[in-house]
């Protein structure tokens, strides 16, 4: 090798080292920062002429397993769906109590089953007859609040659903950036890694929200798909749209939300809540999960104004007509959507309590004086009794059964949803830990890294100084 040969390689080999240096220092630095990838320092022989002139320093690339990677995407949406449903009802479950909560919706129709006990011991008592009354309006109001609860949480949902729309397109924007600093980047030849890092810390936010699909083309750019094959960014970026509806009532159903195709709005909700992520849970509980339970609770309240409608008292019927709905009108009839919400005790007995042990009415049983217990017995009977809700006629309870089933069912589903949670989300960290073992930086790799690279540097730059040494002698021998 000659002199200039050995100047060439030299060289280069000292800006190679330096450029693995510069590399391996800032993953070093860079190990403790989110999404941050390892980066690779390559270099390759630089041939002229069928001689070797030493090294080439290549495009700086990242260590990521593209198929774990999509993975741990795809797991996280999985997760941040059921956080969602499960935090919703966390706060449901809050709401309706265990059976054997005292402020639970069943432990006030308990108390009404009692205070009618109490009143069938002394009938003609103003103050157990208050205590009735009492108990009833505390069980319609606990239907209320419930209700306005189911409601609050749907238009909750709502709002959140709004947040991350614009969370999800503000996000896909800078996606779009960056998609097109990368295509020039690679059009250039120059390294794209740190934005890809950046890239990919994006496409996991929006995959949080709901569950996208992605591929990467040949210039470095990547096309993105919602879920539904529904195209969101590739030339061009669709973004997704949503309205909110400021007020819910049990017959109120939400908005759709939309993605524009450049020529219309096209609903994508159905598509969203088939998938995974926050959007899909928020979809799930807004439209499906809370008014299934609403329906149930309208069932309920329905069932219990219909019993306590007209009772049989010793082979007469006789008209209670303990609950009304807003409008004053009694069962039976029709079951009606969102009857929980408007239940209320009837006017004319809050007013006369004396009602509630003779309701006066003039085709019905008239007891036979002030103590007459006919009437409140006639009304236990009816909690002893099975019943059949009407939406469910083939199920047969007691009042009591129905409304201590429903707690469980809400409970039930909370801890199904939280266990599915816990392991979906051991599940994630699985992944998460592969893929940081394979990609992640590992400060001990690179420390030995960068002895190596020192080690190389001090190397070449022995060979520069030899070779200076050795034109200084050829120099001063001439």
């Known amino acids: 090798m000659g002199l200039t040969s050995a100047l060439i390689s030299a060289r280069s080999g000292i800006l190679g080292a330096q450029a693995a240096i510069d590399v391996v220092s800032r993953n070093i630095a860079s190990a403790s920062t989110e999404g941050y990838t390892r980066k690779i320092h ?51 479950e809050q709401q309706f109590g ?42 319609a109001r606990s239907f209320n609040d419930l209700n306005n ?31 097109d600093e990368i295509g020039q980047r690679t059009a250039l030849g120059q390294s794209t890694a740190d934005l890809k890092d950046q890239r990919d810390q994006l496409l996991l936010y929006v995959n949080e929200k709901l569950s996208i699909t992605s591929f990467e083309r040949p210039n470095g750019e990547i096309s993105v798909f919602a879920p539904g094959g529904h195209l969101m960014l590739d030339d061009t970026r669709l973004a997704l749209s949503f309205a909110t509806t400021a007020t819910y009532t049990a017959a109120t159903t939400g908005q759709a939300v939309q993605i524009n195709t450049g020529t219309a709005n096209t609903s994508i909700s159905t598509d969203i809540s088939s998938g995974d992520g926050s959007l899909a849970g928020l979809l799930r509980i807004r439209d499906t ?33 303990l609950f009304t709905d807003a409008g004053g009108l009694t069962p039976p009839g029709a079951f009606t959507q969102g009857f929980a919400g408007t239940i209320q005790v009837r006017t004319a007995i809050t007013n006369t309590p004396t009602l509630i042990a003779d309701p006066e009415v003039a085709a019905g049983f008239t007891p036979a004086g002030p103590g007459d217990p006919a009437i409140p017995l006639a009304v236990l009977s009816v909690f002893e009794a099975q019943q059949a809700l ?49 990609s992640a930086v590992n400060t001990d ?32 021998a001439i």
Do not use: W
Not at 106 to 113: E, F, M, V
Not at 402 to 411: D, E, K, P, Q, R
């Open 445 to 476: 790799q690179e420390l030995s890294e960068l002895i190596r690279l020192e080690a190389a540097f001090s190397a070449s730059a022995r060979v520069l100084t030899t070779v200076q040494r050795a034109v200084d002698d050829l120099v001063r």
């Open 390 to 438: 009407s939406l469910a006629p083939t199920v047969n309870n007691t009042m009591e059964g129905f409304f201590s089933n429903l707690i469980g069912t809400v409970a039930n589903q909370k801890a199904d949803f939280e266990s599915q949670l816990t392991f979906q989300t051991n599940f994630r960290d699985g992944l998460r830990d592969r893929f940081n073992d394979e």
């Open 98 to 139: 265990r059976p054997d909560d005292q402020s639970s919706i069943s432990a006030k129709l308990t108390d009404l089953k009692d205070a009618y006990q109490a009143l069938a011991t002394t009938p003609e008592d103003v103050s157990t007859q208050i205590a009735v009354v009492t108990a009833a309006q505390e069980l």
């Open 149 to 179: 609860q189911i409601q609050d949480l749907r238009r909750d949902a709502d709002a959140r659903i709004d947040d991350q729309v614009t969370e999800v397109n503000t996000a896909m924007a800078n996606i779009s950036s960056l998609n």
């Open 42 to 92: 390559n270099q390759s022989t630089l041939v002229v002429g069928g001689t070797g002139q030493g090294i080439q320093i290549d495009e700086v690339t990242r260590q990521v397993t593209d198929g774990l990677q999509r993975e741990v995407r795809q797991q996280t949406a999985v997760v941040e769906e059921l956080v969602v449903i499960d935090d919703f009802l966390g706060r449901l």
């Open 289 to 321: 999960l809370l008014p299934t339970i609403q329906t149930a609770l309208d069932d309920l309240a329905f069932e219990v104004a219909t019993n306590l409608g007209t009772v049989n008292v010793n082979g007469t019927n006789e008209d209670v007509n």
